[in-house]
T-cell receptor, first 113, second 107 residues
Framework: SQTIHQWPATLVQPVGSPLSLECTVE??????LYWYRQAAGRGLQLLFYSVGIGQISSEVPQNLSASRPQDRQFILSSKKLLLSDSGFYLC????????????FGQGTRLTVV | GQQVMQIPQYQHVQEGEDFTTYCNSS?????IQWYKQRPGGHPVFLIQLVKSGEVKKQKRLTFQFGEAKKNSSLHITATQTTDVGTYFCAVNSRLTFGEGTQLTVNP
């Protein structure tokens, strides 16, 4: 069966520090991968999505970047965090073909202080 | 990109009352998905609608897709405290989400 792993669950980082959040999927190949950010009590803002290795689409220009070094690995990064980067970050995957259901990781709650 | 407007943003009901959330798009949708996110949790897929005028039911939940495939609704009959959470619609290959409707249920 397919599983998605996202870590860490919580993270407190100082302003100006770098960030690396990792998401991996098991039990499937060539998934579509997504990174979202959710502010408290708000909706899911799509940050990046990827349909294949090295293929990243950015939805919102900002302080973050994403990479997909392997088929089932999706990394969200920042060189210098801002206070406004705080939020709940969610990784999701779904099969590469067709608009089927998406499966989400447990999320990372990031607080920038 | 394709976007959807979701209303209301918040809904507070007494247990046993009904609840409805709506998603509206300015363009025709190929399909629409609905997700539920419990407080502190991650979104979980509920259902996908594809056909014009489609209606699907899951126990007390009824999902509808408009005839023009530009709007959709989720209706919960006789809410329970377990229905608490935020309900989202999502569209297109980028999996764009609406802002969600946050449901609270007073026991």
């Amino acid at each position: 069966s397919q599983t998605i792993h996202q870590w860490p669950a919580t993270l407190v980082q100082p302003v100006g520090s770098p960030l690396s959040l990792e998401c991996t999927v098991e039990g499937t190949s060539n998934p579509n991968l997504y990174w979202y950010r959710q502010a408290a009590g708000r909706g899911l803002q799509l940050l990046f999505y990827s349909v294949g290795i090295g293929q990243i689409s950015s939805e919102v220009p900002q302080n973050l970047s994403a990479s997909r070094p392997q088929d089932r690995q999706f990394i969200l990064s920042s060189k210098k965090l801002l206070l406004s980067d705080s939020g709940f970050y969610l990784c999701a995957w779904r099969p590469g073909r067709g608009n089927t259901e998406a499966f989400f990781g447990q999320g990372t709650r990031l607080t920038v202080v | 990109g394709q976007q959807v407007m979701q209303i209301p943003q918040y809904q507070h009901v007494q247990e046993g009352e009904d609840f409805t959330t709506y998603c509206n798009s300015s363009t025709t949708l190929s399909n629409i998905q609905w997700y539920k996110q419990r407080p502190g949790g991650h979104p979980v897929f509920l259902i996908q609608l594809v056909k014009s005028g489609e209606v699907k039911k899951q126990k007390r939940l009824t999902f509808q897709f408009g005839e023009a495939k530009k709007n959709s609704s989720l209706h919960i009959t006789a809410t329970q405290t377990t229905d608490v959470g935020t309900y989202f619609c999502a569209v297109n290959s980028r999996l764009t989400f609406g802002e969600g409707t946050q449901l609270t249920v007073n026991p």
